[in-house]
C-alpha cells in the first residue's frame, strides 16, 4: 500500500519569508499526489494537486508543488508566507482515485 | 454551494457510552467519506460509501464502530461502546468523483473520558 511521509512535525517562519514543506511517498507506479491545508477547528482544504502532465502544480493561495518521481517527492513551496497561513498542512498519496492515505502533518508557525 | 454538513460540532462522552455523528454531504455526491483523526496524526479512512453501499471499511473497528447511509444521502457514524483511545476529531467529506473531488466538512471533535 502507499505511504507518505512529512518529515518536519512543525516549521516557524518569518511573515515574508519563503517556505517549503517536505513530503515524501511510496508507491511503485504514479500516484496521485494532494496538499491539503487545516486551520484550527475546520475541515481540510485542498490546495493542489497533481495526476499526470506538467510536474510543477500550481494551487490555491499562491502555493506550488513539484512532483519529483526519482527523489519520490512533493514538497510544497509558497514565495512569500503571510500570517494567514499559519495552519497545519498535510501531503496525502492516492494509487488511483481511491484510496487517499495521509500524511501526520507539518504545523506551520508564522513569526510578525 | 453548501458544504459539507456535520454535526454536533464538539462532543464529550464517558467511555463505554455511545455517540453518533450525522453528516450531510454536497448534494448530488455519490461518494461519502468518514475519517479519523487522532491528535498529531493525519486522517486516516474509515469508511468509504458509493451511494448507499459501502465500497471500503477495511479500517472500520467493526466490532465498536457502525455507519449506515441511508437513501444515499445522509450518513451517521456510531461508535459503541466508545473507549479512551476513540478521542479524535471525525471528518466527513463527499466527493463527485473520487478522492481528487473530495470536500470536506468542518468535524465532530470527540473527546472520550
Known amino acids: 500500500a502507499q505511504s507518505v511521509t512529512q518529515p518536519d512535525i512543525h516549521i516557524t517562519v518569518s511573515e515574508g519569508a519563503s517556505l517549503e514543506l517536505r513530503c515524501n511517498y511510496s508507491?511503485?507506479?504514479?500516484?496521485?499526489l494532494f496538499w491539503y491545508v487545516q486551520s484550527p477547528g475546520q475541515g481540510l482544504q485542498l490546495l493542489l494537486k497533481y495526476f499526470s502532465g506538467d510536474t510543477l502544480v500550481q494551487g490555491i493561495k499562491g502555493f506550488e508543488a513539484e512532483f519529483k518521481r526519482s527523489q519520490s517527492s512533493f514538497n510544497l513551496r509558497k514565495p512569500s508566507v503571510h500570517w494567514s497561513d499559519a495552519a497545519e498542512y498535510f501531503c496525502a498519496v492516492g494509487a488511483n482515485n481511491n484510496d487517499m492515505r495521509f500524511g501526520a502533518g507539518t504545523r506551520l508557525t508564522v513569526k510578525p | 454551494e453548501a458544504g459539507v454538513a456535520q454535526s454536533p460540532r464538539y462532543k464529550i462522552i464517558e467511555k463505554r457510552q455511545s455517540v453518533a455523528f450525522w453528516c450531510n454531504p454536497i448534494?448530488?455526491?455519490?461518494?461519502l467519506y468518514w475519517y479519523q483523526q487522532i491528535l498529531g496524526q493525519g486522517p486516516k479512512l474509515l469508511i468509504q460509501f458509493q451511494n448507499n453501499g459501502v465500497v471500503d471499511d477495511s479500517q472500520l473497528p467493526k466490532d465498536r464502530f457502525s455507519a449506515e447511509r441511508l437513501k444515499g444521502v445522509d450518513s451517521t457514524l456510531k461508535i459503541q461502546p466508545a473507549k479512551l483511545e476513540d478521542s479524535a476529531v471525525y471528518l466527513c467529506?463527499?466527493?463527485?468523483?473520487?478522492?481528487?473531488?473530495?470536500?470536506f466538512g468542518p468535524g465532530t471533535r470527540l473527546t472520550v473520558l
Open positions: 448534494s448530488g455526491h455519490a461518494t
Open positions: 508507491y511503485g507506479a504514479t500516484p496521485y
Open positions: 467529506a463527499s466527493s463527485l468523483a473520487g478522492v481528487s473531488e473530495q470536500f
